[in-house]
């Protein structure tokens, strides 16, 4: 079942809020796949914060983009499935991964089962919907986890100075300004007694200097630039408080008993 064209289902409709994030994110970003999984030390950053939803099984992303996350994971050993509500991001993701199958679709209306995949993950899409679609998204993905399967959240925390910074400078990231660990932690909360919350990241420097955007991206590839850069990190690792490092993570085991109501 891997491979092939992206198969479409109903996408959100879009108005207001939604219309507004759809006009940023709709088109496939071929710069941000390449400075995501190529990049001198940031692709290395990547893979590691992502590795956390990395096991045996079938694995779901929902809100896949381009594919970066799952380029970064590699082909397993059960189905791959990527999931986002842009067309032209899941074609791109389609050719950039070809071992895995490609779905458009709705992150709050998931068009698979009940408890079909093994692992689920979504990274840095709740701080784009709007109130109760949150739960309502971490519920769906729970529903498509089976029994015992993890389920992986990451969001960025607005209480970092370069998060909440670039959350400031681009309008379509201002949800990340009410992103915290608690908040993130209350949308699990009640659907599992047995998760966990961590912190990572604490200052990522790299991903601002070295942005493709709004850095400069070639100073990754000088060794010197390099070595200071992981030598911040170390320092930083030490100084700032858990509780303001850029990303939450969220690990989380779907219980074996879920409500039929759901």
Same mark, same amino acid.
């Given at each position: ?23 940023? &994110?709709?088109?496939?970003?071929? $710069? ?16 590691? +914060? ?28 059960? +189905?791959?499935?990527?999931?986002? &509500? ?12 070809? @071992? ?16 079909? &995949? ?45 998060? @909440? $910074? ?28 047995? &998760? ?6 604490? +200052?990522?420097? $790299? ?8 850095? @400069? ?21 030490? +100084? ?23």
């Amino acid at each position: 079942m891997s491979g092939g064209p992206p198969t479409i289902f109903e996408t959100p409709h879009r108005d207001g809020h939604a219309a507004r994030q759809w006009s940023y &994110f709709k088109d496939a970003d071929e $710069a941000k796949f390449r400075w995501q999984t190529r990049g001198p030390v940031f692709a290395a950053s990547e893979r590691r +914060l992502v590795s956390v939803a990395a096991g045996d099984g079938s694995l779901l992303e929902v809100g896949c983009g381009e594919g970066g996350n799952l380029c970064h994971m590699g082909p397993g050993n059960g +189905l791959t499935v990527g999931l986002d &509500f842009s067309m032209a991001k899941a074609v791109f993701a389609a050719g950039a991964i070809p @071992w895995a199958r490609l779905v458009c679709g709705d992150a709050v209306r998931l068009p698979f089962r009940r408890s079909v &995949f093994d692992r689920v993950l979504c990274r840095d899409l709740l701080h784009h919907l709007r109130g109760p679609q949150q739960r309502e998204a971490v519920e769906e993905i729970f529903r498509v986890c089976r029994p015992g399967g993890e389920v992986v959240v990451i969001e960025p925390n607005g209480r970092n100075p370069l998060i @909440w $910074a670039f959350a400031v400078l681009v309008p379509a990231e201002r949800g990340m300004l009410g992103s915290t660990p608690a908040r993130v932690a209350a949308l699990v909360e009640g659907l599992t007694s047995r &998760f966990i919350v961590e912190m990572a990241q604490p +200052l990522p420097v $790299a991903r601002a200097l070295l942005h493709y955007r709004f850095g @400069w991206p070639g100073l990754g590839h000088r060794r010197m630039v390099a070595r200071l850069l992981h030598g911040f990190d170390a320092a930083v690792n030490r +100084l700032l408080p858990r509780r303001l490092w850029a990303y939450i993570v969220v690990r989380a085991v779907r219980p074996a008993l879920w409500s039929e109501e759901r």
